[in-house]
């Protein structure tokens, strides 16, 4: 079973620019879809950005696109997220998630079967 481990949150201000880190233990990285979500407090978890296993195909959200890029090193094991231009709407949790795959292909956003413990960031105007 794959271990997931959030890094990289803070506070910051808006404007700034943060990268988060998933560090992941336990399976090949290169055999998982991985993604980014966030949980903003009193509303759902969305979905943020996802990259394939080759990191050849990412998809992300509208309110992120252009701001946020999402990376992978599979020699690594290590996902990122760099966040860019960072607005307080982006004030949430963000969790790193994989979905376990054999084909190099996003899946739909619920194939999600392994979560971190998730990292704040906090940006204030």
């Known amino acids: 079973q794959v271990q997931l481990a959030e890094s990289g949150g803070g506070l910051v201000q808006a404007g700034d620019s943060l990268r988060l880190s998933c560090t992941v233990s336990?399976?090949?990285?290169?055999?998982?879809?991985m993604g980014w979500f966030r949980q903003a407090p009193g509303k759902e978890r969305e979905f943020v950005a996802a990259?394939?296993?080759?990191?050849?195909?990412?998809d992300y959200a509208d309110s992120v696109k252009g701001r946020f890029t999402i990376s992978r090193d599979n020699a690594k094991n290590m996902v990122y997220l760099q966040m860019n231009s960072l607005k307080r709407e982006d004030t949430a949790v963000y969790y790193c998630?994989?979905?376990?795959?054999?084909?190099?292909?996003?899946?739909?956003?619920?194939?999600?079967?392994?979560w971190g413990q998730g990292t704040q960031v906090t940006v204030s105007s």
């Open positions: 998630a994989a979905d376990r795959t054999l084909v190099d292909r996003l899946p739909p956003k619920n194939s999600y079967d392994y």
């Open positions: 336990g399976r090949t990285l290169s055999a998982y879809n």
């Open positions: 990259i394939s296993p080759s990191g050849k195909s990412t």
